[in-house]
């Protein structure tokens, strides 16, 4: 459970909600680099430390979705 946290990292993590609901239905490598970029902003913020929990879900969404960013250069 999170602790109060500011409106800026309740806003990104708003925006990162609609980027993954915008991702299943329009998925891209480039959308998921954008998913990457904000769980990575989210896991940097200072309110991060208010998160215990959610901490733990944001790194592992975070290793999810740099395998789908990352995966057709691989492919």
């Known amino acids: 459970m999170c602790l109060t946290v500011s409106k800026e990292f309740s806003y990104i993590a708003k925006w990162l909600e609609m980027l993954i609901s915008t991702y299943k239905s329009n998925p ?5 680099k ?27 969404m975070q290793r999810f979705w740099h395998w789908h960013a990352y995966q057709a250069k691989n492919s």
Do not use: P, T
């Open 34 to 60: 954008n998913i990457c970029f904000y769980l990575n902003k989210l896991l940097h913020h200072d309110d991060i430390n208010f998160c215990g929990e959610k901490r733990c879900e944001y790194i592992a």
């Open 28 to 32: 891209s490598s480039a959308l998921a």
